[in-house]
């Protein structure tokens, strides 16, 4: 009697618990409606079998539960009866189906006028291609990919001169217009997925996928790999930012073209020499970091790296915390380098600088440290060297001190937190390895073995 | 040579008899013995699984709270908790557990056809979790690659265990599927050549009937498996490209060219699939027999029955790609998978109708057995409807990679077989140990592991409508998610590790049965099937002491009108029932 009872009450809660409870599907934000509609089916078909089967089994419990004396009839078969239910079953079947394929097949169509967009996925970030005016993709290829050339294109294939390749998580597209996603993957399955989109596809190492929709509402929609990656596949995060169509054709007038960002003069050290002055007050001469003034070692830190984080400090995306009290010093200072070239110059500058090991400030249990750096190591490398394919800095002979202040504002939100800050976001995730500052000490002890 | 203990030979007495303590409990060539030997082992590493899952419900459940736990050791425990559970714990223990103890006592054998084989096939499969547990404790640890094992990405810098777990696992899979091949090879000869006299095909207990199709598809669906892993291994250490394109990976290019890891994928669900139906013809089987037995009333439809098992593993070899909707393959592929997918759904649908008709007009004992068997079809018909999402190609979509997919699983063929091996074992554990267990305690377990399981996986659901995707470790801040998200994945964990705790019920069950436990009586249930016809409780060497019994009808004579009690075993004979003999000619 008690199995009854419940089984009905979990029917009933069960239901109650589908049209009440605040977890439900996110909104919608693309044609595939009829996606919402062929699962509305199915609820709608399951649902009812699901309470028809499990009252009518509640029915039996209680009706038929064991009584003295009481004989169960033997009835081993009934035809009628089970050719009737198999009928009804395959009825309810053909319902759901019905609809399933039917949007498939629109899903498999793509439109004519669909435009094209390429969204590259590596470990474990999002970067974007555009074929630029003429439409047409230039020819990639995986044996081509270097540090230089990080799409792998083809310098021989004009098609590609005018693709516009995004360094960034962030692709844009326009409102109401159907996009085409060609999905590609340089080293292992990753997949393409927005919720709002409903849409998603795996990317797969040395074939092309797609998948289609069109966006119908305006906004940033997050990207999120959904096919396992390796170990930071839950940071591997991105966006699609839907424009009006005339925003849209401005960001693209804005990007620049495969051509024009191969023909980009190196920075000049001797430019930036002057300009580093103004660095030097804090980072020293030799750019060798003071502790005193919260300024960290830059000499013989990844270009790459430095450039980026200039770039982040000039457009707010660093240093606008509330609690990143040395951030928000650095972001005016950042300022004061006008544009691209600038900030160029000055890395030039500072590549020139003697590389001397800083001097190790933090103590800690080196062999708790080495087990914590295992989970840094996969980006880092294992020397610490940074690995510039990863997006990952140099931690290894650089201000440790620093490194931990940066753990730890990774870990408390100060750092990262920023939307357009990807690779601060990952980095928040990750630090949570080390959850206090024993853990940040012992690992950043670690490091200066390294 | 082994003998064969076919019918004609029921008065030949054995010569292999166990002389010593070693051949008697070691190397047993017992069916009995072999039986205890895989369930404990499957249950033992289990146990491992079940800890592992507990990890990772700590960490979802309650992230960054415990030093323990990082995303390198988190996604070691996603992967070991799958695979042990599917393979090494499922598998093993229905087919090598229940189907070496059921088969010889349901069908009338002494002891299954190659005692020697079969023997070694459990001390192969022992060989098998040794070689997987010792991937925990090599350099880099075991493999972190997901169950599934995904190339590249299962030998490729980025994941745990690249050194050595994933050479492990793989070899592992491979003297495990060996073992299993001695084991299965064994089942299907004896099912089809050591039935005891009148024991027609047709009147076999549908537990038989369960085991026996799904060993089929074990035998035709693992060396899929195992051609994948030796392909991997190459892969991975002889540098061959069986499923490595070219890749540059963390900047490097490690120098594969060519291959294709769809490929894998093909190999590996063309195994997986079929791998859910060994799982869960068993256990179809078993509660078919626990549910006629308890409610004292013939099994609904035993022709449609054994049909639709024979249906379901033969459209279980062309579903596969179900698994693949957006794995990149050809997209028109959609269109075929998902109508055979959702053809599939009508003989399942057919058994639950059939098992819940099977209580109608019943005269049902709600005991321990049964308790689990009805929770069995709630669970089951739960995870069968939302296969009807996931399979429907287009629903899929967007559900894929999210919690509603790790939901529909684990109600599908985490919880429901589960339920049918607690069932299972308390139903037969009179038999098999000649005690009786503890009801109270048993109906606590119960209680607490049905509801405390829906508690976990009834809201899973909703996160992946959501759009949580599945094997994250952590969600960190997102858009879309609203805060009481993580409100319901802690509340999750809480019942998941409430579900844990609610096992040590059956463990305590288990011990109090051995050591304090009333004698059983060799029927206590009064069921009709062979094995609780047996001479000795439980069945000594050879089970039938002098004489094999001859089988006079179906499994399923309960409540057979005009006759005193309400069953007649198997191996009464029609004179002394006579008003049966009706039915008897049909079946």
Redesign the interface.
Known sequence: MP?AV??IL?VVG?VV?HLL??????ELASN?G??DF??DV?FW??GT??VL??L??AY??IK????KG?????????KK??TW??AI??VG?AA??A???F???S??NVPEDAIEVEAVG??WHWTFRYPGDDGKFGEV???R???ENPF?MDPDDPNGQDDILVYSAEAHVPLDTPVKFL?R?????H?F?V??F??????????E?FLWLTPTKLG???I????????????M?GAVVVDEPEDYASWIAKQSTWAQDSMKAAGNAQVGAAQFAVCAACHGQQGEGMQALNAPKLAGQSSWYLKRQLQNYKSGTRGAHADDVFGKQMAPMAATLVNDAAIDNVIAHIETLPDNPAPSTVAGDVGNGEK?Y??CS?CHGADGQG????NAPRAAGMSDWYLARQLENFREGIRG?HLSDYYG?QM???A??A?DEK?INDLVAYINTL | MGYVAIADRDHEIEHHDPQTFISKYVWSQDHKVIAIQYGCTAIFVGLIALCLSAMMRLQLGF??SF?FI???NY?QFVTMHGMIMVIYLLTALFLGGFGNYLIPLMVGSRDMVFPYLNMLSYWVYLLSVIILLISFFVPGGAT???WTL????AI?????GTEWGIILMLASLGVFIVAFTMGGLNYITTVLQARCRGMTLMRMPLSVWGIFIATILGLLAFPALLVSAIMMLFDKTLHTSFFM?????????PGY??????LFQHLFWFFGHPEVYIVALPAFGIVSDLLSTH????I?????MVWAIIAIGGLSFIVWAHHMY???MN??F??FF??TT??I??PT??K???W??T????????RVPM?FS?GF??TF??GG??G??LG????D??L???YFVVAHFHMVMGVSPILVVFGAIYHWWPKITGKMYNETLGKWHFWMTF?GT?AIY??MH??G???V??????????????A??QD?NAAITVSALFVAAAQILFFVNVIWSLKKGPKADPNPWDATSLEWQTPDTPPKHGNWGHDLPTCHRWA?D????GYAD?FIPQNVPPDIAPVGRD?EE??
């Open positions: 199995l419940v089984l979990l069960s618990f409870s605040p977890w439900t599907f996110t595939w009829l996606i062929t699962i199915t078909v399951t079998v699901f089967v499990n009518f089994l039996c419990i038929f539960r064991y009584k009481a004989r169960a009839t033997y009835e081993p078969e009934n009866l089970e239910l198999t079953t395959a079947v759901m189906l609809p399933g394929l949007v498939w097949a899903f498999v590596q470990q290829d995986a044996e990919i270097t540090d792998g999905l993957s340089k080293d292992v399955l997949d997925a919720a709002q409903r849409v998603k596809m795996d990317l797969v190492p040395g074939m996928t940033r929609f997050e999120l790999c959904e096919e396992l990656c390796g170990i930071a596949h839950h940071t995060r914590l295992r989970v996969y690995i510039r394919a990863m937190s976001f928040g995730l990750m949570s390895v959850r853990a | 992230p960054d030093s990082n995303p390198e996604y972190g690659a997901g995904y190339p590249p990405q490729m810098a980025g994941t745990p394109p070219a890749i540059s990976s963390a900047g490097m290019d060219t060519g291959g294709s890891p769809i409610a004292r009333k013939n609904f439809g035993y022709r449609m957006v794995s990149g997209p028109y959609g269109f998902a109508t959702l053809i759904a009508v649908a057919i639950v109708y059939n819940v008709l209580l109608w007009e019943g005269n049902i004992h709600l308790l009805i079809i709630f018909l739960h409807l939302t009807l999402f429907n190609v287009t629903i979509l967007p894929s990679d999210t509801l829906y009834l809201p909703y996160l409508f959501q759009g995707p599945r094997r994250y470790f952590a969600m960190g801040n997102t858009d879309f998610l609203p009481s998200a319901l399923y309960y409540s057979v009108p309400d039915h049909d079946h």
